[in-house]
């Protein structure tokens, strides 16, 4: 599989890819920065930002949301740690993995650390294999999550993306994911918990990537079998494998085009079910009439996101509880950013309906599945509603319009910078990457005071 792979990366280039993953890698990363941009907001932010700044002198990168320059590692660390901290960014479901959130921050550190500017499509091509690699790794897990696979993942989708912007030959990318693999971490705990442990294993990964890429730049020797060896990626990691069948849609199924954007802030499993509880709001199901609400759903989605509301938890675990952002969207009709305050956490009108939620497991047996999910609301008056929901919004089942997309950004964006007209901006540099010379340029708009 290592070879196949090597090979895959060494050889990729833009005109290579077909222009449907061009635009998916497009839409991705704008989604990506903006939701970025709208992390600079996250309570732990500054403590990471003070943190990643004392590791070391010099100012290479630039940092989102803010006008801070950090060494390429750094700001990495920090633009994933954003990325990711929300729950807001993109998915792939199938892979189970953030497989965007270490690409494209360790990718962009790398643009803007170089000398010589690196043109759009460069980044574009980075991009996309290196979203190939990670959602690779996920795809061919066949048991449920034991480790944090978008952190243990992302770190190689990172390294290839600098490797094939490094125009690394087969063997470097050897040394380049052998070297990740000796920095790969992520712990299901912080999940468990909600601690903001969780967004900084993306930024690990984002960090390690680049560290990767300049110890086999430096030709220091790695383990030659990251993936497959005794005590590799897969073993280390995963409890069950098969990768086989993948290496053959390798430049065949682009893996970019099978995103997910996400429409709520908070953990991927959790939208179905707030899918299913708006339409049974629009079907007249309210808070003061609901008895009790039922989530028949997958067993990824009670590992994920099944846990009952607390009035003393933290943003990051109200994110990843069903019962409290079901809540929300019962009661408000949608679920914002702004409904991760402390007061709505803390809120005793939404935590009652929190109790009113629960979950049974469906007879889904596959463990990355999402759907399909059923919700059935008891009402007080003695009667029933129940609603299914097949594809996740967002999906490329269900896929989210580009106006959607656009007001996402423009209300992440605004959120920080005011209505300053930046989504505008952001959308005008994306599209226009694969004609740029500077790839850095994408960031102007999300990046300064």
Sequence with gaps: MLDEVTEFLAKTRFEDIPESAVAAAQSFLADSLAVGVAGRRHPHRDAVVGVASRWGAGADARVLGDGISLPAAAAAFVNAYQVHCLEFDCVHEQAVAHVMTAVAPAALAECEARAAPVNGSELLAALIVGVEVAAL??????????????????????????????????????????????????????????????????????????????????????????????????????????????????????????????????????????????????????????????????????????????????????????????????????????????????????????????????????????????????????????????????????PLEAAACRAKARSCLAGVYGESGRDEALADAVAALPNCADAARVLDPVTGG
């Design 137 to 398: 790794l996920g795809l061919a897990a066949t048991a449920p999550l034991s480790f944090f696979r978008p952190a243990t993942a992302g770190v190689f989708g990172a390294a290839a993306a600098i490797g094939a912007l490094r125009r690394f030959d087969p063997g470097r990318i050897r040394d380049c994911f052998g070297h990740a693999l000796s920095q790969a971490a992520g712990t299901m705990q912080a999940h468990e918990e909600g601690k903001p442990t969780l967004p900084l294993q993306m930024a690990g990964a984002a960090r390690a990537a680049l560290v990767a890429a300049d110890l086999a730049q430096a030709r220091i020797p790695a383990p030659r079998n990251s993936l497959e060896g005794r005590y590799g990626y897969f073993r280390l990691f995963e409890e069950s494998w098969d990768a086989e069948g993948l290496i053959d849609d390798l430049g065949a199924v682009w893996q970019v085009t099978r995103l997910s954007h996400k429409p709520w802030p908070s953990g991927r499993a959790t939208h179905g079910g707030i899918a299913g509880v708006l339409k049974l709001r629009a079907e007249g199901v309210t808070a003061a009439n609901l008895a009790k609400l039922t989530l028949a759903a997958p067993p990824l989605i009670h590992q994920l996101v099944i846990r009952p509301a607390k009035p003393t938890m933290d943003v990051n675990y109200a994110r990843l509880c069903f019962a409290y952002v079901g809540a929300v969207a019962l009661s408000e009709g949608q679920v914002a950013l702004e409904h991760f305050s402390a007061a709505r956490l803390g809120d005793p009108s939404l935590l009652e309906i929190a109790g009113r939620i629960g979950a049974e497991v469906n007879a889904i047996s596959d463990p990355a599945a999402f759907t399909p999910q059923a919700l059935t609301a008891q009402l007080r008056d003695g009667s029933s509603r129940t609603v299914s929901v097949e594809a996740v919004p967002g999906s490329p089942e269900s």
